[in-house]
Nanobody
Framework: QVQLVESGGGLVQAGGSLRLSCAASGFTLDSYAAAWFRQAPGKERETISCISSNGITTNYADFVKGRFTISRDNGKNTFYLQMTSLNPDDTAVYYC????????????????WGQGAQVTVSS
C-alpha cells in the first residue's frame, strides 16, 4: 500500500521546537520531491517547504524562513521538518506530501499525501 505516515506533532509552548517526520511506504521516496503543507483553522492549506529528490535544493515560505528546516534521508525513505521558534500562528494541521518536482509545486501536483499531524503552539 502506497502511503505517507506522519509523526511528531503535538503541543508545544511558544518559542519551542518540534520535529515532524514523514515515512514513505509502498514506493521509493528518492524519486520524488518532498514537501510540507499546513492548514490552520478557517484558512486554506499553504505550502511551507519543499526539498528536491536528491536533497540538494530546498525552498521555504517566507513565514518560516530561518525557523524551519526541511531534510530527508532517502536511505530511510523518510523526510523531516524541524521547526524552531514556534509561535501561536504556527498552530495548524501539518501535511507531508510527495510530488514530481518542487518547481511550481501546488496541491494539484501532489501525488501522495500524509494523513496530517496536529501542531498546537500555546502562548
Amino acid at each position: 500500500q502506497v502511503q505517507l505516515v506522519e509523526s511528531g506533532g503535538g503541543l508545544v509552548q511558544a518559542g519551542g521546537s518540534l520535529r515532524l517526520s514523514c515515512a514513505a511506504s509502498g514506493f521509493t521516496l528518492d524519486s520524488y520531491a518532498a514537501a510540507w503543507f499546513r492548514q490552520a483553522p478557517g484558512k486554506e492549506r499553504e505550502t511551507i517547504s519543499c526539498i528536491s529528490s536528491n536533497g540538494i535544493t530546498t525552498n521555504y515560505a517566507d513565514f518560516v524562513k530561518g525557523r524551519f528546516t526541511i531534510s530527508r534521508d532517502n536511505g530511510k525513505n523518510t523526510f523531516y521538518l524541524q521547526m524552531t521558534s514556534l509561535n501561536p500562528d504556527d498552530t495548524a494541521v501539518y501535511y507531508c506530501a510527495a510530488s514530481q518536482l518542487c518547481l511550481l509545486l501546488s496541491e494539484a501536483r501532489v501525488l501522495y499525501w500524509g494523513q496530517g499531524a496536529q501542531v498546537t503552539v500555546s502562548s
